[in-house]
Nanobody, 123 residues
Framework: QVLLVESGGGLVQAGASLRLSCAAS????????MGWFRQAPGKEREFVAA???????YYADSAKGRFTISRDNAENTVYLQMNSLKPEDTADYYC?????????????????WGQGTQVTVSS
């Protein structure tokens, strides 16, 4: 059983930065594709960024140029560096992982999910 635990969320002003972390335990982290999704109140969960086991990265258009996903296989951790935050980035952010991900943008392709960390960006 793989356990994913997110941290790093909080309340910040527009223009600020946050770094989210997702620590994994169990399983074979280095072989997993990992992704970040977010869900704002009243909206569906949406893809933010992902990184393959080989460190290829994928981003939603809303994240390109502002967010950076990275992984540290020695620490079994994936990060999401978020810069130039906007009020519309306000959401619960979820870490996800899987070993057989067909399309990194699709939440259904991930097997493991964290409980989420809240990010609030004030204007």
């Amino acid at each position: 059983q793989v356990l994913l635990v997110e941290s790093g969320g909080g309340l910040v002003q527009a223009g600020a930065s946050l770094r989210l972390s997702c620590a994994a335990s169990g399983g074979f982290f280095s072989l997993y594709g990992m992704g970040w999704f977010r869900q704002a109140p009243g909206k569906e969960r949406e893809f933010v960024a992902a990184i393959s086991w080989a460190a290829y990265t994928y981003y939603a258009d809303s994240a390109k140029g502002r967010f950076t996903i990275s992984r540290d296989n020695a620490e079994n951790t994936v990060y999401l560096q978020m810069n130039s935050l906007k009020p519309e980035d306000t959401a619960d952010y979820y870490c996800a992982g899987g070993s057989a991900i067909g399309d990194y943008k699709y939440a259904k392709d991930y097997t493991y999910w964290g409980q989420g960390t809240q990010v609030t960006v004030s204007s």
